[in-house]
């Protein structure tokens, strides 16, 4: 009853179609447009006019609570918000803000259980050791979870880029039915990563399974070339897509209660120059896959590709 699918017709008209619960357009700003609207910031790698659109089988309503733009049929509610420039120049303590109202209002409204987070910041890798701004959101999304009593065994799958423009958002996907939470054994929980990452540990898990409506469905993070805790392959982006497609194949394995099957990729790149082979890559290994390659910062400086997937 949840797709994902991406498409070069204007955002707008995506957005008027009955079926459709979101529209993230591929566009330099990241700022609000609207209820059901989502800009990131994150630009497609060629430049193309493309939009991520999630559709659904149910009736649609929408609308503005505070500074929170929300979506939601009967069975699970989107939340999207955003903080200015200013804002991020502080980002923990508003950081810590939004998931705070963001938490509020699913739990207003009655859908208890958030299974997927994105979170889309600039210049995430700015500043030395625990100032850098990624660390420093960390310790944000951490106190709002702490504070709302979500413990580490809630913690949904997630993913958090760089953008090359102002400001952030934090959106949110949540259900009325409780999910599975899922690590890598391949990898160290990525809240449990030691003090050389931050102050606090990113509050993440690595997969996140749930069945809405007899859909089955699953959500891989965010996925690097992280084995243990330690990046592999600085430098090589060959090595890197190996050992992330790696951790997303186990986690396909060991993850997966229903069995689904690989759907979608949302791949981020580092550097431009890495895209069109990231795509002839993936392409040849994973042709019946829908993917779509975007421009954006890892959350540790020396990766140099994410993967995320949707799985159905």
């Known amino acids: 009853m949840l797709k994902q699918q991406f498409s070069s017709t204007p955002a707008h008209e995506l957005l008027s179609q009955a079926n459709t619960f979101a529209v993230m357009p591929f566009v330099a ?29 149910e009736p649609v309503s929408r609308g503005l609570t505070g500074r929170c733009f929300w979506s939601k049929t009967d069975d699970v509610m989107c939340v999207a918000h955003w903080l200015s420039k200013d804002e991020c120049e502080a980002i923990e303590p508003h950081t810590q803000g ?22 889309y910041l600039p ?20 106190n709002a979870f702490e504070s709302a009593g979500i413990t580490p065994d809630g913690f949904p799958a997630a993913s958090a880029l760089g953008h090359h423009s102002e400001g952030a958002v934090i959106y949110v996907f949540a259900s009325k039915v409780k999910p599975e939470h899922y690590k890598n054994n391949h990898q160290v929980n990525a809240y449990e ?51 992330t497609m790696s951790n997303i194949g186990h986690l396909l394995e060991s993850a ?4 689904c099957k690989l759907a979608a990729f949302k791949v981020y790149v580092r550097h431009p120059e890495h895209v069109a082979f990231t795509r002839q890559w993936l392409s040849e290994r994973y042709p019946d896959v829908n993917a779509v390659y975007t421009l954006a910062d890892v959350c540790r400086k020396e990766l140099l590709v994410e993967i995320e997937c949707f799985c159905a």
């Open 29 to 57: 700003q990241c700022e609000p447009f609207g209820p059901g609207m989502i800009a990131t910031g994150l630009e497609e790698a060629n430049g193309s006019t493309m939009s991520e659109v999630w559709t659904v089988s």
């Open 98 to 119: 939004a998931y705070t109202a963001v938490l509020s209002l699913l739990a207003e409204h009655g859908y208890a259980y958030p299974f997927r987070f994105w979170n």
């Open 123 to 142: 210049d995430i890798n700015v500043g030395e050791g625990d100032n850098e701004l990624y660390k420093k959101f960390c310790t944000g999304r951490l």
């Open 193 to 243: 990563y030691p003090r050389q990452y931050g102050v606090s540990s990113p509050s993440f898990a690595r997969a996140t399974a749930l069945t809405i409506n007899g859909a089955d469905l699953l959500f891989i993070s965010g996925t690097a070339s992280i084995i243990g805790h330690q990046t592999l392959g600085e430098g090589d982006i060959e090595r890197q897509l190996d050992v």
């Open 256 to 259: 997966n209660p229903k069995g």
